[in-house]
T-cell receptor, first 115, second 115 residues
Framework: EAGVAQSPRYKIIEKRQSVAFWCNPI?????LYWYQQILGQGPKLLIQ????????DSQLPKDRFSAERLKGVDSTLKIQPAKLEDSAVYLCASSLGDRGTDTQYFGPGTRLTVL | AQTVTQSQPEMSVQEAETVTLSCTYDTSESDYYLFWYKQPPSRQMILVIR??????QNATENRFSVNFQKAAKSFSLKISDSQLGDAAMYFC????????????FGAGTTVTVRA
């Protein structure tokens, strides 16, 4: 079974530029998560989708971050404009559902460097 | 918000020996889930072990076992017979059992295995 796919794996941009990340979850997984992992810290949830609806985006900086999950499958996370403090690894995860017992499977992440 | 604390930034263990990683958490909930995730260098995060708070029996997965002390809000991970492949960052995580299913992660513990 294929795992969670993410692209690109690495991205370097200048501050104030825009960037987009793509995630393809495990087939059949209804729930998709985007996490931000700053160096030396644990991942922090940015947004959670259940199918194509947003369940939790309370920690998403909505003035610059946006995310969508069209047709309840693939998802994109966008930053516009980027700031230096956005340098981090962006992890996508998916799970079968949103029950507490549903295991979250993580992708390899996209490492973003903002110069 | 739930707080997860990992007080050991780094731990070193000799191959074939045992190492224990500490984790404490803060919650007012009586039912929840606790996890240990492993993140090898430049590789994706994988679930090591899960503990349901309503279960008194400590979870075990091969060489990995936990010591769950609910009253003390403590959840330590023991790695027995350490192998070189165990070298990674280990994250403790908390998840509510109802509603708000996001994972709250600790800052992580880097485990180094000496040959």
């Amino acid at each position: 079974e294929a795992g969670v796919a993410q692209s690109p794996r690495y991205k370097i941009i200048e501050k104030r530029q825009s960037v987009a990340f793509w995630c393809n979850p495990i087939s059949g997984h209804a729930t998709l998560y985007w996490y931000q992992q700053i160096l030396g810290q644990g991942p922090k949830l940015l947004i959670q989708f259940q199918n194509n609806g947003v369940v939790d985006d309370s920690q998403l900086p909505k003035d610059r971050f946006s995310a969508e999950r069209l047709k309840g499958v693939d998802s994109t996370l966008k930053i516009q404009p980027a700031k230096l403090e956005d340098s981090a690894v962006y992890l996508c995860a998916s799970s079968l559902g949103d029950r507490g017992t549903d295991t979250q499977y993580f992708g390899p992440g996209t490492r973003l460097t903002v110069l | 918000a739930q707080t997860v604390t990992q007080s050991q930034p780094e731990m070193s263990v000799q191959e074939a020996e045992t190492v224990t990683l500490s984790c404490t958490y803060d919650t007012s909930e009586s039912d929840y889930y606790l996890f240990w995730y492993k993140q090898p260098p430049s590789r994706q995060m994988i679930l090591v072990i899960r503990q349901e708070a309503y279960k008194q029996q400590n979870a075990t997965e091969n060489r990995f076992s936990v010591n769950f002390q609910k009253a003390a809000k403590s959840f330590s991970l023991k790695i027995s017979d350490s192998q070189l492949g165990d070298a990674a960052m280990y994250f403790c995580a908390y998840r509510r059992a109802i509603n708000d299913y996001k994972l709250s992660f600790g800052a992580g513990t880097t485990v180094t295995v000496r040959a």
